[in-house]
């Protein structure tokens, strides 16, 4: 799947986030703060001066990030936080009234921060900061630290649990919404499941009979596709959702076509997030690099970027700057 423009990646994020999620691995960890993840956060997040903390978290989405910030070191007014992101958010969480110390600006592409020169002293990122134009949204980060403040990142991995998982998905992705696959079948059929249900019989048209043909050698496909094993879950979620869908056509077409319509919208962006990730997920070298430009512009400072894993495997790199 090639990678869409600025304003398809905006819109398909904003919809994302509009559906409350907290964060943009809901299937791979469980609450926000689990296993490796969470246990580098705490380890960053108590290294840091027991004195008033101001912090940026870059491409937030939902605001998993400050919210743990604002868990650990949130009371006694000692915390203010601002989160960027180039989409539009919907942090289902945050109650202007509590968490005052917490804004939220979306639209914020973190290549141009609208904050002043060595204004923060600590700038995050979870599975954020690589999507960005990396030369830029560092000089960016790097900018508004201060001198002797924390940047820490946590970003995909090239080797990951997560990309293997989201290649398989991208495969699957393009297998459902191909022209003879699962979800174009199913369109075909639903007229004639509704002209069924007006006590018609399909059966008499030929048109009818090879939709079904194709809608069962669709099924048939995915179930082989299903044994083979590869990360099958959204596959099992196709399968049962059209099967469902398909139980559920009345008399008028128009209400199955038209849910139909908003899977199939929902799965091309999912694709589109995911082909992200995999794209921006970086390798050693690219690792390696950021460290070395991290140590060009501070000198002297402690850069370390390792990676990040737990029983199911490797979940991503874990970078952190601190003062040396
Ligand atoms: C994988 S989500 C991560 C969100 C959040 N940090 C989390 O852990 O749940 C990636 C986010 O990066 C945002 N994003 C992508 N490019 C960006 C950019 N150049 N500037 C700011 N945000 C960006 C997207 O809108 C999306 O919300």
């Not at 002797?148 to 290649?167: I, K, N, Y």
Request: negative net charge; proline residues 5%; contains cysteine.
């Amino acid at each position: 799947m090639s990678l869409p423009d600025e304003s398809a990646r905006r819109a398909a994020w904003s919809a994302y986030w509009a559906t409350g999620g907290l964060h943009s691995c809901v299937g791979s960890f469980e609450g926000n703060y689990g296993g490796a993840i969470g246990g580098f956060w705490r380890e960053v997040f108590s290294r840091l001066p027991a004195t008033p903390l101001r912090a940026l978290d870059l491409a937030t989405g939902n605001g998993a990030i400050p919210l743990m910030l604002w868990e650990q070191r949130g009371q006694g007014g000692a915390l203010t936080v601002d989160a960027v992101d180039l989409a539009q958010l919907a942090p289902k969480w945050h109650r202007p009234d509590q968490h005052a110390a917490i804004r939220f600006h979306a639209g914020v592409a973190m290549e141009a921060l609208p904050f002043d020169d060595a204004s923060f002293d600590l700038v995050t990122s979870q599975y954020g900061f690589e999507y960005a134009r990396r030369d830029a949204a560092l000089a960016e980060a790097l900018r508004v630290l201060k001198p002797g403040g924390t940047l820490a990142l946590v970003m995909h991995h090239a080797g990951s649990v997560l990309v293997q998982v989201g290649r398989a998905e991208l495969s699957h992705q393009e297998h459902l919404l191909a022209g003879e696959g699962l979800l174009a079948c199913a369109e075909a059929v639903i007229p004639w499941f509704a002209q069924a249900r007006r006590g018609v019989d399909p059966g008499q048209f030929p048109m009818a009979r090879g939709a079904r043909a194709a809608y069962n050698a669709a099924i048939e496909r995915l179930l082989a596709r299903i044994g083979a094993g590869a990360a099958p879950d959204l596959l099992v979620e196709a399968r049962d959702w059209t099967h469902q869908l398909l139980a559920s056509v009345g008399t008028d077409p128009a209400p199955a076509l038209e849910a139909l319509r908003r899977y199939r919208e929902a799965m091309v962006a999912a694709g589109l997030r995911t082909a992200e990730l995999v794209s921006h997920a970086l390798d050693e070298a690219q690792a390696q690099a950021l460290v070395a430009s991290i140590r060009h512009t501070r000198p002297g400072a402690d850069v370390r970027c390792e990676p990040l894993s737990q029983a199911q495997g490797l979940l991503g790199w874990g970078l952190v700057l601190r003062a040396g």
